[in-house]
């Protein structure tokens, strides 16, 4: 809800910035059924900067599941759905109009994902020039050529502009995009010869948790079909890396494995990172989750899909946090306890009656259809909009509250490297998240629930802490009523008799006292050591000057019983007064 309100408050502005279509000419950049790959392109004259965007969208691996995926859909397959568009309207990042944009000025390229491979494979198309003929989709054999569609949209934008006519160069993708910005910057550096270039990474911090992603993405299968292990990934004449296993995965999947074989070296990046991404932590719900559906408690499976995420989020920052002791990297980290893949939707086609929105849960990512036909007691609904950046924050409270586009400004203003995580804890705790987490029995979604929990805890606080200040309250009444009692008169047969050198302290809370002091004649009665005229020495002195025998002195300090000691003192006539 509050997410919605900060959308509605803040205006999202209507862009009418427009991208072309065009054709990337090599022939080898061809999309998962031989149509040619695509991109589109908004040139700024007047500004030598540059933003090129790689659209998310998952992957296949195996024979059967890109046949799956094909058949569901070939909006991320196939570039021929696309000739009905030819022009695209940017956002976000791509938009020219958005005041808020700071790359609104830069030269603009978005790039279509049609390759099924993270911009990896390198496959080469070898059919005739009838590329419909070349495809059959009753028996479909599918092309991966990834690295090509992008090696080919490098050379067709250094033939536009010319080598070394490039000013700050800003490489984004989100998901598999992302995939591409890590792995092809370095590519992109070589061949644009820029001033600067730097790269946002939008939900594509990927780690093997529970061999998710090794579910996700049989590594030995997409070897098969990519052709990996041949892919020059950093331009320094490793050409294995992909080939590389790094906590069980493909290393060129992994932003700290390369960042390890140095594919940032120089390079600024900002990486967006969900700490419970749903794309990789729902094979662990599901499967943790269903083992419990048949007990029929639901305080059960929810307790246990809270403790995968938590252990899930764990890993992800310890994964993050490993490239925080790295000295070379100059990274900037945005972490949101959210759920949600892809926080960049930069183009209208993922507005409401575009492609993508329509498609999402369908085509976008199959691991959301996973959680809602799965025993779990829970719905996530996925929201992948143009304008997220302006409702999501992050931080609050252990660091400052930012808003993603003012971070994403931020790092594009060259500033210090930064780190925004928030502070709070659960999932999607935060009210901007995009996402919405639902419990299934109860229809309450999940902030929504923590909202109240947190409430019942802060009025039961509360409670305790009123119920302490009367408890005191009362004390403190009951304790001056006590103090302005009269106090108790003390008598000489309630002071116990003093030696000469003894001393005696009350303590009192409030003391209202007289003292009387009536000299007696007759210093026998004296109850204190004589009060008369005629009292017995108690310095030594006078045993030395034989006023008081040695016997009498020793008895008087070491305090005899009170009717011995009237006796002794009585004896003594030393015409002195005892002190």
Not at 50 to 67: A, D, K
Not at 75 to 91: A, K, N, P, Q
Not at 157 to 167: M, P, T
Not at 382 to 407: E, H, I, N, R
Request: hydrophobic content about 35%; glycine content about 8%; overall charge negative.
């Amino acid at each position: 809800m509050l997410r919605w309100l900060l959308l509605v408050l803040t205006p999202y502005p209507t862009t009418t910035s427009l991208l072309t279509r065009k054709y990337i000419t090599s022939d080898k950049a061809r999309c998962n059924d031989y149509t040619p790959a695509i991109y589109y392109l908004h040139r700024n004259h007047g500004n030598n900067n540059w933003i090129f965007f790689f659209e998310s969208g998952g992957g296949c691996s195996t024979v059967s599941g890109c046949r799956d995926r094909f058949r569901n859909s070939d909006l991320l397959m196939s570039s021929g759905w696309l000739s009905r568009h030819e022009t695209l309207e940017g956002r976000d990042l791509l938009s020219s109009d958005d005041e808020g944009n700071p790359y609104r000025s830069y030269s603009k390229v978005y790039v279509p994902y049609c390759s099924s491979d993270m911009y990896l494979g390198m496959q080469e198309y070898g059919g005739g020039s009838d590329d419909e003929d070349d495809f059959d989709e009753d028996d479909p054999m599918f092309l991966f050529a990834g690295y090509h569609i992008l090696k080919g949209l490098v050379d067709d934008i250094v033939g536009l502009v010319g080598q070394d006519n490039f000013g700050d160069v800003v490489l984004a993708g989100s998901s598999a995009g992302g995939v591409a910005v890590m792995n092809h910057i370095a590519l992109f550096k070589a061949q644009l010869n820029p001033n600067d270039i730097s790269g946002i990474v939008d939900s594509a911090w990927f780690i093997n948790f529970e061999d998710n992603f090794s579910e996700l993405w049989n590594f030995e299968e997409a070897q098969k079909l990519t052709n990996y292990e041949g892919f020059p990934n950093t331009g320094t004449g490793d050409h294995a890396i992909c080939k590389e296993a790094w906590g069980g995965m493909p290393c060129c999947f992994r932003a700290d494995c390369l960042n390890h074989h140095g594919a940032f070296s120089g390079i600024r990046m900002l990486f967006i990172v969900s700490k419970y991404d749903i794309y990789l932590l729902a094979g662990s719900m599901v499967r943790n989750a269903n083992s419990l559906a048949k007990s029929g408690s639901l305080s059960l499976q929810i307790s246990t899909i809270a403790d995968v995420a938590s252990q899930y989020s764990g890993a992800m920052i310890l994964s993050v946090n490993s490239t925080l002791e790295e000295k070379e990297p100059i990274f900037s980290y945005y972490i949101t306890s959210c759920m949600q893949h892809v926080y960049l939707a930069t183009s209208n086609l993922w507005e409401s009656g575009g492609e993508f929105h329509e498609q999402e849960k369908r085509s976008f990512d199959e691991t959301y259809r996973a959680i809602h036909d799965s025993n779990l007691p829970i719905r996530f609904n996925q929201s992948v909009t143009p304008g997220t950046w302006y409702g999501t924050y992050s931080g609050a409270p252990v660091f400052p509250s930012s808003l993603l586009k003012d971070s994403i400004e931020r790092f594009m203003n060259k500033s210090d490297s930064f780190y925004i995580q928030d502070g709070c804890i659960g999932i999607a705790c935060n009210p901007t998240c995009p996402g919405s987490l639902q419990f299934v029995y109860s229809t309450v979604t999940w902030s929504e629930s923590a909202d109240g929990i947190v409430m019942i805890i802060l009025g039961f606080i509360a409670l305790s802490a009123v119920i302490m200040k009367v408890i005191l309250m009362g004390y403190l009444v009951w304790l001056r009523r006590e103090q302005s009692k009269p106090s108790t008169h003390l008598t000489n047969d309630f002071i116990p008799v003093l030696g000469p050198q003894d001393m005696m302290s009350v303590s009192c809370i409030d003391l209202t006292h007289t003292v009387s002091y009536v000299q007696k004649k007759d210093s026998s009665t004296s109850s204190v050591g004589g009060s008369g005229k005629d009292s017995p020495f108690t310095d030594k002195k006078d045993v030395e000057a034989g006023a008081v025998t040695q016997d009498q002195y020793t008895q008087l300090r070491n305090g005899s019983e009170p009717r011995k000691r009237h006796q002794i003192m009585s004896s003594i006539n030393t015409g002195k007064r005892i002190l």
